[in-house]
């Protein structure tokens, strides 16, 4: 059966001010329908820079990218936008909710741009379940600033979920929260793998890395299984978020 995701040989190199610096050196990583994965690394050591490769919010420097079989290294800008918003959903530590919209609102954006024409009350009634799977439907009319930080970030899954994308992409998700609403957010996660979803989540938590199928670490560039030794410096610094010009650039 052909794999979801495939990543064979991808390298990397930031070039800024000082030296060019190798973030990934033919990293390799397979993903199957319905399967979840985690990576963990070191602050730095390339896992949000992956993550934007994987999302199509940048390019590698080499290697193939497939995705469904279908070699998409190369894609244009306006191919990639396509296909982001059609097939990926994303979770960030960082929520990027609208301020002046309402949590279902947030949610319904999802589903404007790249989903093709949806009725309003289709897309009122996957709104509302989504917020309802995560355990905030009777928020769903309050805008960012009257929720808690928890309750934020459930909006952030609400809106990645309604897409019911192939693939979920998750980015600390849980680096500013409770341990109870951290745990339930990655639950919500992983229930989405039963329906074929395939779910990547970088993490520096183990507890919640153990509850994916599989747990990597990156590496000196690379990806190889992890085993819980828990030696860490797995500090938790605040994550890079993928680089987008602005909230809306995700669902394009």
């Not at 995701?5 to 329908?33: H, S, Y």
């Not at 990156?218 to 860490?232: C, F, I, K, M, Q």
Request: aromatic share 4%; charged share 25%; hydrophobic share 45%.
């Amino acid at each position: 059966m052909t794999a979801l995701l495939e990543l064979n040989g991808i390298t990397k190199t930031l070039k800024g001010q000082q030296a060019p610096r190798t973030i990934l050196a033919g990293a390799d990583l397979t993903v199957d329908r319905g399967e979840s994965v985690a990576i963990l690394g070191r602050s730095g050591s390339g896992k949000s820079t992956l993550l934007s490769l994987i999302g199509l919010f940048d390019r590698p420097d080499g290697g193939q990218y497939l995705l469904g079989g279908r070699d998409i290294t190369k894609l244009s800008e306006r191919k990639a936008a396509a296909l982001r918003s059609a097939e990926f959903g994303f979770v960030f530590q960082r929520f990027f909710l609208l301020k002046h919209l309402t949590a279902a609102q947030n949610v319904a954006m999802a589903l404007v741009n790249g989903q093709g024409w949806m009725s309003r009350r289709k897309r009122k009634a996957r709104t509302m379940a989504a917020l309802d799977q995560v355990g905030i439907a009777h928020l769903a009319k309050h805008k960012p600033a009257r929720l808690s930080g928890g309750e934020q970030q459930r909006v952030a899954v609400a809106r990645a979920l309604v897409r019911e994308p192939r693939l979920l992409l998750a980015d600390e998700p849980t680096g500013a929260l409770d341990t109870e609403t951290g745990n339930l957010v990655i639950e919500v996660m992983r229930a989405a793998t039963d329906r074929g979803c395939g779910l990547i989540l970088v993490t520096h938590d183990w507890d919640h890395a153990n509850k994916m199928q599989r747990v990597l670490r990156l590496s000196d560039g690379l990806l190889e299984p992890a085993t819980d030794t828990r030696p860490v410096a797995e500090t938790v610094a605040t994550a890079q978020p993928v680089p987008v010009a602005d909230a809306t650039a995700v669902y394009r």
